[in-house]
């Protein structure tokens, strides 16, 4: 990078709205850029969904809920209490325009058009992570690994066969794990598993929140200003971000970053961005001390659940439920990932488990928000990543460093743009 180049931003100051794995990627990318930048977060780093995600790095994770056949599915799946879809039936109501506009995308056209948009975010995740860890101090948190989608039975897998297509068709691979050759890969599986496909070169993250407080200090070692407050404002002049108005406090910048994941929509609609936004309510149970543990991170198709060995513990994470960013987490959820790990793992028993409930930002069309805010100089959208925030943060901080220095990234962000919700 020419000298030149990193002095005149040396005294641009970006402030970033959000420190989860997006917020904190986008600051230590800014940084390598030359970028002065503040950090704020109401909870700290890593204080909401970044703390709670799955774990794995999943690349190959490219297809979205919105598949066909979704809507026929969707009304039994949320009777049946075995199913991994939940909804608190008083939210019905307010959750009934993004769910509309949701379901529209349930055909095979969009489902191709999202996972064609998704692969450039996610579908280098370990290298992307290796790149923005390397010389933090938390590069020990990553750890490439193989990433399993588990399977009753060849018949059961071939009925993934839409998604599986759309997988091969964007480039991944993996190899077929059957009877005898899966229980000799990893035998801690219930015999009545007997199919998994593998998918080398992904990767996990042994202990989410610690590595995302640990990027965040290393932000900080590098001379991030950290604050922990609530932003409720923007502050504009002649169409330009002067400052943000936090927990009572003006704070000036450059230029401002929204990465509040789920807790977006207000600030973003402050922007000009009015973006169809809802919390996909996910769960994650923490097995301290579990018996058995996988040998990588695997997704159990039975249950759509994510199973991740950890540092000390193994992670339950998944199920969907629509309930909104303010109402408790619901009993059944919890009861069916413990049911589903047993029925998994016969073994298996652990010291303790922690319940854990965060939200998942959802636009209505699956696809992440990042890019610019078409009507306001200075003002910077990152959220929407759905299931794959941890995968994609590294790639999103990068591009929106990109943007920000003037550079053209080297793939096409249109798709992401958030000029598609401006009102």
């Given amino acids: 990078m020419p000298g030149e180049q990193h002095h005149s931003k040396q005294q641009r100051t970006v402030a970033i709205i959000g420190a989860g794995i997006v917020g904190v990627s986008t600051a230590i990318w800014l940084q390598r850029e030359g970028f002065d930048v503040i950090l704020i977060d109401r909870a700290g780093p890593a204080g909401g969904t970044s ?3 799955g774990g794995v790095l999943a690349s190959c994770s490219v297809v979205p809920v919105t598949v066909p056949g979704l809507v026929r599915k969707a009304p039994a799946m949320l009777i049946d209490q075995r199913q991994p879809l939940f909804l608190k039936w008083g ?6 325009p993004w769910l509309v506009r949701y379901l529209r995308h349930a055909n095979a056209r969009d489902a191709e058009r999202i996972a064609r948009a998704l692969t450039p975010i996610v579908g280098d995740s370990l290298a992307d992570h ?25 018949p059961h897998f071939e009925g993934d066969a839409f998604a599986m297509g759309l997988r091969r068709q964007l480039g991944f691979s993996w190899d077929e794990l059957e009877g005898k050759g899966f229980a000799d890969y990893d035998p801690a599986f219930s015999p009545k598993l007997t ?24 932000a900080v070692r590098q001379g991030a ?39 977006s ?29 996988p040998r990588a991170p ?19 994470a998944g199920i969907v439920e629509f309930g909104g960013l303010k109402s408790a987490p619901s009993r059944p959820p919890f009861d069916l990932l413990k049911s589903q790990i047993v029925a998994a793992l016969p073994g298996l028993t652990w010291d303790r488990a922690e319940e854990w409930m965060g939200h998942r930002p959802a636009p209505s069309d699956s696809i992440p928000v990042i890019g610019p805010a078409p009507q306001l100089k200075g003002a910077w959208l990152g959220f929407g990543h759905h ?37």
Avoid at 405 to 421: C, E, H, L, T
């Fill in 265 to 293: 929509k207000p600030l973003a609609a402050q922007l000009g961005v009015k973006v169809p936004l809802e919390s996909e309510r996910g769960y994650h149970l923490d097995l301290w001390g579990a018996s058995v543990r």
């Fill in 91 to 96: 939210y019905l109501g307010r959750l009934m």
């Fill in 387 to 423: 299931h794959v925030g941890l995968t994609g943060g590294p790639k999103t901080g990068r591009l929106l460093a990109q943007m920000i220095a003037g550079r053209a990234p080297n793939i096409d962000v249109a798709p992401y743009s958030p000029s598609r919700f401006a009102g």
């Fill in 298 to 316: 695997v997704m159990v198709a039975a249950g759509k659940f994510v199973a991740t060995p950890m540092e000390g513990r193994l992670r339950l």
């Fill in 130 to 154: 290796q790149a923005l860890s390397t010389g933090t101090g938390a590069e020990g948190f990553v750890v490439p690994s193989d990433y399993l989608f588990v399977y009753r039975d060849r």
């Fill in 225 to 263: 200003r950290l604050i922990r407050a609530d932003v409720t404002g923007i502050v504009k002049d002649q169409g330009r971000v002067v400052a943000l108005k936090a927990s009572g406090d003006s704070i000036s910048c450059d230029e401002v970053v929204l990465a509040t994941g789920a807790w």
């Fill in 51 to 53: 703390y709670g995600n």
């Fill in 195 to 218: 199919y998994a496909a593998r998918f080398p070169g992904h990767g996990r993250i042994t202990d989410p929140g610690a590595y995302v407080n640990a990027l965040a200090d290393y």
